[in-house]
């Protein structure tokens, strides 16, 4: 007989589903599926990474753009505000030859005239116009350009002192 009782019946059934004999599980399966989580989880990780700091740049750009859109807002409102001021309204009428009203006259329903109308003033004080470069150069009144004087003249010669005479005659036109 040898060292193994014999079994019977369920007990029998039983043994045959455990292995006869100690056996080594195989590893490398287990050791390929650990290491392919390990390096799918690094490299979503890197992504995710990756995504985060190229949101974080293009709100950082964002905020730069916005930041420089308010400068500029507010630049255009400072100038808004000073065309919009009582005294540059005032310089610009007076420049389109506008003058001040005088006392207004008004009519009444019944068509009879209430108050006594008075001219608009002809002679108003004309307080000095300071005009920018930039109107200056676009001015139909800014009067006729001067003549252009090389640069190589000296500045006391008398090409650049010499101004033309507006009384004098050409010879296009005739004399007076």
Avoid: C, H, W
């Avoid at 799918?40 to 190229?54: D, F, P, T, Y």
């Avoid at 650049?160 to 010879?171: E, F, K």
């Amino acid at each position: 007989m040898s060292g193994k009782p014999e079994l019977n019946g369920r007990a029998a059934r039983l043994a045959r589903l455990f292995p006869a004999g100690p056996r080594q599980a195989a590893r490398t399966p287990f050791v390929l599926l650990v290491v392919l989580l390990l390096g799918g989880g690094l490299i979503g990780l890197l992504v995710l990474n990756s995504a985060l700091s190229e949101g974080s740049f293009k709100m950082d750009d964002l905020r730069k753009d916005t930041k420089s859109l308010t400068d500029e807002e507010q630049a255009l409102q400072r100038d808004i505000d000073s065309y919009s001021a009582p005294d540059a309204l005032q310089r610009r009428a007076r420049e389109l030859g506008m003058v001040p009203g005088g006392d207004p006259a008004f009519l009444n329903p019944d068509g009879t005239v209430r108050g006594v109308p008075s001219a608009a003033a002809q002679s108003v004080q004309e307080a000095p116009v300071v005009r920018p470069p930039e109107a200056l150069l676009l001015s139909p009144t800014a009067g006729p350009s001067p003549e252009p004087v090389p640069s190589d003249t000296p500045l006391g010669s008398p090409a650049r002192s010499a101004a033309p005479d507006p009384t004098a005659t050409t010879p296009e036109t005739p004399g007076r």
